[in-house]
Nanobody, 118 residues
Framework: QVQLVESGGGLVQAGGSLRLSCAAS??????MGWYRQAPGKQRELVAV???????NYADSVKGRFTISRDNAKNTVLLQMNSLKPEDTAVYYC??????????????WGQGTQVTVSS
């Protein structure tokens, strides 16, 4: 079993920045990433990073968000800049993402709320 603990969400004005952190309880030998779900909308993949550091982003966040991982610390970070109100959602860390289908793995964090005010 793997526990994923997220932190770093909050309330920010449009144009501001937040950094989300996801700490895993053990080494993760698979791709990790972040999904988000806004009220009334389907969950969507925001960003994914492989064990080798290759990344992929949703079109809506390209150029604004950066995902990174520290394998020695079993953490994944999501730096979010130039935030927009439409980025408002609950953000979930996930481990075991299939980088061909972008289907999530079996391990989820508890979610952290990000709210961007206009």
């Amino acid at each position: 079993q793997v526990q994923l603990v997220e932190s770093g969400g909050g309330l920010v004005q449009a144009g501001g920045s937040l950094r989300l952190s996801c700490a895993a309880s053990r080494i993760i030998f698979s791709s990790m990433g972040w999904y988000r779900q806004a009220p009334g909308k389907q969950r969507e993949l925001v960003a994914v990073i492989t064990t080798g550091g290759s990344t992929n982003y949703a079109d809506s966040v390209k150029g604004r968000f950066t995902i990174s991982r520290d394998n020695a610390k079993n953490t994944v970070l999501l730096q979010m800049n130039s935030l927009k109100p439409e980025d408002t959602a609950v953000y979930y860390c996930n481990a075991g993402i299939n980088v061909r289908t972008f289907n999530p793995g079996n391990y989820w964090g508890q979610g952290t709320q990000v709210t961007v005010s206009s």
